[in-house]
T-cell receptor, first 115, second 112 residues
Framework: DVKVTQSSRYLVKRTGEKVFLECVQD?????MFWYRQDPGLGLRLIYF???????EKGDIPEGYSVSREKKERFSLILESASTNQTSMYLC??????????????FGPGTRLTVT | SQQGEEDPQALSIQEGENATMNCSYK?????LQWYRQNSGRGLVHLIL?????REKHSGRLRVTLDTSKKSSSLLITASRAADTASYFC????????????FGKGTRLSVIA
C-alpha cells in the first residue's frame, strides 16, 4: 500500500513563526504536491515537484516555499506564518509522468492554526 | 484556476438509495478523476477515466464521461452510511506540466 505521511495532524503556531510541514512517501514516486484546503474554496495547489531539487509554483505560492532534497520527502515552509495561513494542508504524491496524468495519493493532512 | 464544478454542493439520501453527483468542466481534458474525502482526512482516489472512455465501473461506483457536454457523473449504488463523505472531481489537461485541477466537491450524507 502506498503510504504518504505528514509530520503532524494538528499544529498551532504564532504569527511570525517559521513553520515546517514535512511529507514523506514510501512508493518511490517522482511527483509530490502541496495543497491547502479551505471551506468553500476546495483544494488549491501551492507547489509541486517532479524531481529532487525541482519545484514548480501552483496557484497560490505566495508566503510559502518548498524543499525537496530527497526523493521521498517534500517540505512546505511558511517563512513567517500569518493568520490567513490557518488551513488544512494536504500532501500528495504520484508516479512519474505529467503532474496530473496519474492518480494522486494523499496524506492525512495537517490542520494548522496560526494565532 | 478551478476547472471542475460539482453539482449538487450537498446531497442527503437514505441508506440503500443510489447517489449521483455531477461534474462539469470548461476546457478539453485528457483525464478526469474522482476522489473521496472523509471528514477531516486526506483524499482517496476512486476512479480515473480517460477522454477516450465513456464509462468505467469499480465495485458500486460507476463513472461516465461525456466530452461533448464537458461533464462527468459519479453514481454510487446501494449507498451505505460509510459512503458519507465529500466527493471531488479533478481534471487533467495535457499542456506542459499542468497538475490536476480540483473542484469544490459534493458533500454526501447517507442516513441509516
Amino acid at each position: 500500500d502506498v503510504k504518504v505521511t505528514q509530520s503532524s495532524r494538528y499544529l498551532v503556531k504564532r504569527t511570525g513563526e517559521k513553520v515546517f510541514l514535512e511529507c514523506v512517501q514510501d512508493m518511490d514516486h517522482e511527483n509530490m504536491f502541496w495543497y491547502r484546503q479551505d471551506p468553500g474554496l476546495g483544494l488549491r495547489l501551492i507547489y509541486f515537484s517532479y524531481d529532487v531539487k525541482m519545484k514548480e509554483k501552483g496557484d497560490i505560492p505566495e508566503g510559502y516555499s518548498v524543499s525537496r532534497e530527497k526523493k521521498e520527502r517534500f517540505s512546505l515552509i511558511l517563512e513567517s506564518a500569518s493568520t490567513n495561513q490557518t488551513s488544512m494542508y494536504l500532501c500528495a504524491s504520484s508516479f512519474r509522468g505529467l503532474a496530473g496524468q496519474y492518480e494522486q495519493y494523499f496524506g492525512p493532512g495537517t490542520r494548522l492554526t496560526v494565532t | 484556476s478551478q476547472q471542475g464544478e460539482e453539482d449538487p454542493q450537498a446531497l442527503s439520501i437514505q441508506e440503500g438509495e443510489n447517489a449521483t453527483m455531477n461534474c462539469s468542466y470548461k476546457t478539453s481534458i485528457n483525464n478526469l478523476q474522482w476522489y473521496r474525502q472523509n471528514s477531516g482526512r486526506g483524499l482517496v482516489h476512486l476512479i480515473l477515466i480517460r477522454s477516450n472512455e465513456r464509462e468505467k465501473h469499480s465495485g458500486r461506483l460507476r463513472v461516465t464521461l461525456d466530452t461533448s457536454k464537458k461533464s462527468s457523473s459519479l453514481l454510487i449504488t446501494a449507498s451505505r452510511a460509510a459512503d458519507t463523505a465529500s466527493y471531488f472531481c479533478a481534471t487533467f489537461t495535457y499542456s506542459g506540466n499542468t497538475p490536476l485541477v480540483f473542484g469544490k466537491g459534493t458533500r454526501l450524507s447517507v442516513i441509516a
